[in-house]
């Protein structure tokens, strides 16, 4: 596995809004996801991390292991280490979260999209 190196203060932007990282450390990263209105991410799994969202703005309507789970600001949504999960904003307005990555690995190629919108591989 090549770890992808990050740094905070970071960011990409991509086709469904953009990721900045917050913080990192030994085990744990933690970004704002910025997801544009009618736009979700890959529907995917992560064999080395868990995450935690806390939805900051917005509200998401979330499919974790092919159930939609719908969160407004100030909840929290848990993703256990290899839990098929998409991140999806059906609003017109922006859908931002906070995401802690943990786990042994942390690095952006651990990750097997299951379906992807944007004909992304991997």
Not at 38 to 44: D, G, K, N, V
Request: proline residues 4%; aromatic residues 6%.
């Amino acid at each position: 596995m090549g770890e992808l190196y990050t740094m905070i203060g970071e960011s990409d932007t991509r086709p469904w809004g953009s990721w900045h990282i917050l913080d990192e450390g030994d085990g744990f990263k933690v970004k704002r996801l910025e997801v544009l209105p009618h736009s979700r991410l890959s529907y995917q799994t992560h064999a080395h991390r868990s995450e935690h969202w806390v939805v900051v703005t917005g509200r998401a309507s979330s499919v974790i292991d092919g159930e939609t789970v719908i969160s407004e600001p100030g909840e929290c949504v848990d993703i256990p280490i290899g839990m098929p999960h998409r991140i999806v904003n059906d609003e017109d307005e922006l859908l931002v979260i906070v995401e802690v990555q943990r786990g042994d690995y942390c690095g952006e190629d651990d990750i097997v999209r299951l379906e992807d919108d944007y004909g992304r591989q991997g």
